[in-house]
């Protein structure tokens, strides 16, 4: 089984993820993007990738999709937390994402994710 992401693994991946629009879900332990695309068929387009690269790595996003709008999800249901497979996917979905707008006013920074792990478990 996948491994929550230490607290150093953490430090070094998280921060990347943040720049791209990603934020910590309050209370929770994953990561939350909202994209906003110029219209359905460009949103369904980049939810089709995201899709087949769920598959191919057999991790898979909680999301909503309202016409334009993606709002992504990443946490590791086996783990009730964040892994390795989560930055992956996160990753993936940015570079299918390409310049699409981010919704940012949500949630908290991805540094509050360190402290999460900090005071969880060493
Ligand atoms: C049986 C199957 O491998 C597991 O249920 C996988 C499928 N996809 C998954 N996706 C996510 N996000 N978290 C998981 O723990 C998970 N587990």
Same mark, same amino acid.
């Given at each position: ?21 990603? /934020? ?25 990738? /995201? /899709? ?44 299918? /994402? ?25």
């Amino acid at each position: 089984m996948t491994d929550l992401l230490s607290t150093d693994d953490r430090a070094a991946l998280l921060p990347a993820l943040g720049e791209t629009g990603w /934020a910590a879900v309050p209370g929770k332990d994953a990561l939350r993007k909202i994209l906003k695309f110029k219209n359905f068929s460009e949103a369904w387009g980049f939810m089709s990738r /995201a /899709a087949l690269m769920a598959e191919k790595l057999n991790h898979h996003p909680e999301w909503k999709n309202t016409y334009n709008v993606v709002d992504v999800t990443l946490t590791t249901h086996d783990v009730q937390g964040l892994t390795r497979l989560d930055i992956d996917l996160a990753r993936a979905m940015d570079r299918f /994402a390409g310049s699409t707008e981010v919704q940012r006013n949500h949630g908290e920074p991805v540094s509050s994710l360190c402290e999460a792990r900090a005071s969880r478990k060493a």
